[in-house]
């Protein structure tokens, strides 16, 4: 498998005086940066280096990879046209709407592009596209909790629940995510409610990740929690987590007459972009049937393809109906859902 290069393993393998500059920015001719597609990215490398080996395999072009988990709005910014960033990819709507809304990136049209992702999964303008997409779900144990016993998000609020909850923070992006959604469906007083009555019924104060529940869960600490399907999938097939997760239930919740809160990971063309074509490439490879096959069983996410299967284990969980908003509406509530939850001091 074609190894995939970090900008920092690169810059340890330059002497020539200039030579790192040159790669990065693509300013020198004589340094062949245009032939390589350079990417920012939020994920694991774990989950995106089998992607870009399989693309370069295919189409001979290099990827490098700087895994930049905090910050990457700031050092685009800060880069300018000079960045050496071709492609930022990235989790969750949110950081796709701030890199957006930074002016750090440019839109992209390819006819590629969109006939394989939904128009309700890429940006109206082009300039962020959903690469899969991950159901925020209830995580509840086998042995306390009967299967059917909650169904949509708004059980969560129902005081029988009280002691029972554990989660990440609520200031979290996913939360947040989860919580304009609910703010879409059922307005500020309804929404309001239903964090006061989920805090209620916290058996702790939020801390951790979504790993971290699953594992609460099966130590007999709290008996439900919200938490993303592709967590589950990791987990059952860490030595180190299999028994707990083996403990836990996916419930594909929904908001009462509509459908499951979907989130995504998406990619984004940097405006500076030194190898634009390049990156496009990459960009298409992506949404491609290797590609998605490669995510689904990698990653255990959903394709954003239609067509390309799920995963066998995530296939194991069954069907469930994705909630018919718009991501664009989503990010557009964010800020109003933030709020709420500060308001609340849900965290604290």
Known sequence: MPPVRSF???????????????????????????????????????????????????????????????????????????????????????????????GVTQPVQSDVLDAAIPAELRDPEGHWFALTTRARIVYASKDRVPAGTVTTYEDLADPKWKGRICTRPFTADYNVALTAAYL?????????????????????????????QVRAIWAGQCDLSLGNTYYMGEMLESPQDAEAARAVRVDFATFEGAGTHLNVSGVAMTRAA???????KLMEFLVSDEAQRIYAETNHEFPVKPGVPSSEVVASWGPFTPDSLGLADIAQARAEALRLIESLDFDG
């Open 8 to 102: 920092f393993t690169l810059a340890r393998r330059m002497t020539r005086p200039g030579a790192v500059l040159a790669a990065l920015a693509g300013t020198t001719a004589a340094v062949p940066a245009l032939a390589d597609v350079n990417v920012y990215s939020h994920r694991q490398p774990e989950l995106v280096e089998p992607l870009f080996a399989a693309f370069t395999a295919e189409t001979g072009i290099p990827v490098n990879v700087a895994f930049v988990d905090k910050g990457m709005v700031e050092r685009l910014r800060a880069e300018g046209d000079r960045s050496p960033a071709d492609l930022v990819m990235t989790v969750d709507i949110a950081r796709l709407s701030q890199v957006v809304a930074a």
């Open 184 to 212: 879409l469906h059922h307005g500020e007083a309804a929404t309001r409610d239903w964090l006061t009555g989920l805090r209620a019924n916290l058996v702790r104060k939020p801390e951790g990740n979504d790993r971290a």
């Open 274 to 280: 030194p190898n634009r074509d390049a990156a496009l």
